[in-house]
């Protein structure tokens, strides 16, 4: 069982306009995941310097950052970040160029627990609808053309309102898409735009929002979860054929 989970932190950026890594760090404390996806980890600009201290992520919490970063003060890519625990092994990773607009871009690690492989991938997606579905058609070219299959789950601020629309079909060939639930924005949330993409050897058994006192006021998103299972690996060479077809 692995619990994943997606949370834009608005560079620690409250609803009450200050900036509070001390309050983003509470948050990632209470969703208690195995991996979580940060999006907006990082300032836009300049040196693109991340909001939260990499050193107070290690000492305060049990998570390390997989290093997306382009300098030391970075924790991501285009602001995404990937926080594993200390007892999840990272094999590999790498950043994605995606088509824009405006900067964006998605993160992937391959990783492994309790002797199973499988892969992350990351993203933080378009406002504008043309650009959301160039960039997850790139993604998927990316993913499956350009990598060794592995059991992917796919998570990230979308900023897709919509479970209908044309963009969420484009994943629909390799995946199942999970909506937890509305997550922003976070006072009163009326749009679901995090969501949980999964290949076939995984399963959902539970999914949902984040919706403490504190995370209601940290950011303007709220953070999304989801409860997966992993297939054994005998299964695998089924989901990798099936893939190739």
Known sequence: MLKIGSYNIQKAIGVD?????????????????????????????????????????????DYRPVPFGTSEKSLGWHGNALLVRNNISVLSY???????????GAVTADLMVAGKKFRIAAMHLSLVGHFRKKQITSLMHQLHEHLDYLPTVLIGDLNEWRDTSGSIKLFEKHYEVTTPGRSFPSPMPVGSLDRIITSPEFTVTQAGVHKSKTARVASDHLPVWANLTLEPAAHLAKGVEATSE
């Open 17 to 61: 306009a200050r900036r509070r890594p001390d309050r983003t760090l509470k948050v990632i404390r209470e969703l208690d995941c195995d991996i979580l996806a940060l999006q907006e980890a990082d300032k836009r600009f300049g040196p693109r310097e991340s909001t939260l201290d990499r050193s107070s992520i290690v000492a305060e919490t």
């Open 94 to 104: 790498q950043r994605i160029d995606l088509p824009k607009l405006e900067p964006r």
